[in-house]
């Protein structure tokens, strides 16, 4: 699962390097993901750090 979702992260950098905005696609496995906690996970908060540093922000949909 963790190496999917980097691969997806990757997939999305590489295709929207000159954005200023991101929405990544993602599903609920808590507590690395998870719509229902305040930092939306482990993994989430992880990606939103690493984006904020090169100062694009990152949202999350989430899918079943």
């Known amino acids: 699962m963790f190496r999917t979702l980097f691969c997806l992260s990757l997939l999305v950098v590489s295709n929207q390097s000159a954005a ?19 930092d939306e996970g482990l993994i989430n908060a992880i990606v939103k750090a690493s984006f904020a540093a090169v100062e694009t922000e990152v949202s999350f949909r989430y899918l079943p």
Request: glycine share 6%; no cysteine; aromatic share 10%.
């Open 20 to 38: 200023e905005s991101i929405t990544i696609a993602s599903g609920e496995h808590p507590p690395f993901t998870s719509q229902y906690r305040d």
